[in-house]
């Protein structure tokens, strides 16, 4: 992903549909993903989880296209994975190793040159230092939670894929991960995040995506007041 489209376009996902047997999970769903913070505002089943998974490359469209840059997914190296930084709901952690040990482990597999220091640096930004050489099973949902925002990071993605990334994060945690979240946006990283957490994401969004049975319904730049334009988007008609 190092060559960027024209316009800061970093990713973009055209007519992308998903079924799943006879159920669509998306249905021909286009998006443009620019540097910044994009947000995917939806109820359960609205297809923001599908959506990042396809963006992810760990799941294949039934239709459409994503390029990255001038690089199609489809054939795409897996050195293109290595330029992607995904948390899901399954925080992909070893609960018998400690927070140093899992985020020196995950660094080493990105090829860190010292992953040791990477995993402490790590650590830092996660307010977590001093409980670094903890096992991660000692620790609460939001400490793990942190820890795997951290996992995620730890190679330097240029595009950050968040699933509900405010799950059991109290609110200095949550404020503390605002603040990465727009350190990322100041170092050029496009994050997109599927969150349901209205309040967060109002202000902190520089795009806002709404999905509604597996469609686009609405998309705004720079939103404001999300809890009107989501019951809006919520209510109104699905476009066609």
Not at 1 to 25: C, N
Not at 109 to 132: N, S
Not at 168 to 177: K, M, P, R, V
């Amino acid at each position: 992903m190092t060559d960027v489209q024209p316009a800061g376009v970093l990713v973009e996902a055209s007519h992308l549909s998903k079924w799943y047997g006879q159920v669509i999970g998306l249905n021909d769903v286009s998006v443009i993903v620019p540097p910044g913070i994009t947000g995917l505002l939806g109820p359960n089943g609205a297809g923001k989880s599908t959506l990042l998974a396809m963006l992810a490359t760990l799941l294949r469209p039934s239709g459409g296209s994503i390029r990255y840059g001038t690089m199609q997914a489809t054939g795409a190296p897996p050195a293109l994975r290595g330029r992607i930084g995904v948390l899901g709901h399954d925080l992909f952690l070893y609960p018998e190793l400690t927070a140093r040990e899992n985020l020196g482990f995950f660094a080493g597999l990105y090829g860190r040159r010292d992953a040791d220091a990477a995993a402490r640096a790590a650590l830092t930004r996660a307010g977590l230092a001093d409980r670094g050489d903890d096992l991660v099973a000692s620790f609460s949902r939001g400490m793990r939670q942190r820890v795997a925002l951290e996992r995620a990071l730890i190679h330097e993605p240029r595009l950050v894929l968040l699933d509900e990334p405010f799950t059991g994060l109290d609110e200095a945690s949550t404020a503390a991960l605002v603040a990465r979240l727009r350190g990322l946006r100041e170092s050029g990283a496009a994050i997109v995040l599927a969150t349901h957490d209205l309040d967060v994401a109002d202000g902190l969004l520089d795009e806002a995506i709404f999905l509604r049975d597996g469609r686009m319904v609405e998309s705004l730049s720079r939103p404001e007041g999300l809890r009107t334009a989501y019951r809006r988007a919520m209510t109104g008609p699905i476009r066609s």
